[in-house]
């Protein structure tokens, strides 16, 4: 059984730093990609950053622009864990953050929530003005 497990939510303080993190289990997503959204009160779930194996050890991440230039994705298959390290949060950040896994694999980024096929349980951030 595939489990996704988010931690590092919590609140912080416009301006500031946040690192998230997605522990897997029950499976390796080595060369599938893996993502995260994100869903705000009255919103939709939407796309945040996702990363894809490139060849060899390597990953490549890709973010929206909407956490462009304040946002890292990147994965350590060793502990099959993947992070999310936000800095400069803004109050429109807050949101509940959700890790995703799909048995997808090749060169797209897979932004839409029905090209994921694991989810987590959410864990929230909330960002103070």
């Known amino acids: 059984q595939v489990q996704l497990v988010e931690s590092g939510g919590g609140l912080v303080q416009a301006g500031g730093p946040l690192r998230l993190s997605c522990a897997a289990s029950?499976?390796?997503?080595?060369?599938?990609?893996m993502g995260w959204f994100r869903q705000a009160p009255g919103k939709e779930r939407e796309f945040v950053a996702s990363?894809?194996?490139?060849?060899?050890?390597?990953?490549?991440?890709y973010v929206a622009e909407s956490v462009k230039g304040r946002s890292t994705i990147s994965r350590d298959n060793a502990t099959n864990t993947m992070y999310l390290q936000m800095t400069s949060l803004k109050p429109e950040d807050t949101a509940v953050y959700y890790c995703?896994?799909?048995?997808?694999?090749?060169?797209?980024?897979?932004?839409?929530?029905?090209?994921?096929?694991?989810w987590g349980q959410g864990t929230q951030v909330t960002v103070s003005s």
């Open positions: 029950g499976r390796t997503f080595g060369r599938s990609v």
């Open positions: 995703a896994g799909t048995e997808r694999r090749g060169s797209t980024w897979y932004t839409l929530v029905s090209d994921y096929d694991y």
């Open positions: 990363i894809r194996w490139s060849g060899g050890s390597s990953y490549v991440g």
